[in-house]
């Protein structure tokens, strides 16, 4: 299984980044699939994540407005569009899939992921 995120960059405050994670080995449509991201110094943390189906959505109050994660099960896979970016958006970040059940609890828990891609580096600059 493999995951590879990438479109990550530098982008100017309040510019925008979309980020993409292609998925290949498994059967892409079972696995709800979530965005997470880490900062220098930070522990990971959740952004965002989607159902199996794309109907569901679930994100982190801080970037919730801005961000807007979505699915292609056709291309097995998921991408994250960032607008309105902030110096606090800066990290790098993680695509990762969940082979369990949908559910707000779990989206936000990265230790129900099993597959994590290597992580594309985002930064902005103010």
């Known amino acids: 299984v493999q995951l590879q995120a990438y479109g990550g960059g530098l982008v100017q405050a309040g510019g925008s980044l979309r980020l993409s994670c292609a998925v290949s080995g498994r059967t892409f449509s079972s696995y709800?699939?979530?965005?997470?991201r880490q900062a220098p110094g930070k522990e990971r943390e959740f952004v965002a994540a989607i159902s199996r189906s794309g109907r569901g959505t679930f994100y982190a109050d801080s970037v919730n407005g801005r961000f807007t994660i979505a699915r292609d099960?056709?291309?097995?896979?998921v991408y994250l569009q960032m607008n309105s970016l902030t110096p606090e958006d800066t990290a790098v970040y993680y695509c990762a899939s969940d082979p369990a059940?949908?559910?707000?609890?779990?989206?936000?828990?990265?230790?129900?992921?099993?597959?994590?891609?290597q992580g594309t580096q985002v930064t902005v600059s103010s």
Do not use: C, L, P, V
């Open 32 to 36: 709800n699939m979530g965005w997470f």
């Open 73 to 77: 099960n056709a291309k097995n896979s």
């Open 101 to 117: 059940g949908w559910s707000t609890s779990r989206a936000r828990n990265q230790y129900e992921y099993d597959f994590w891609g």
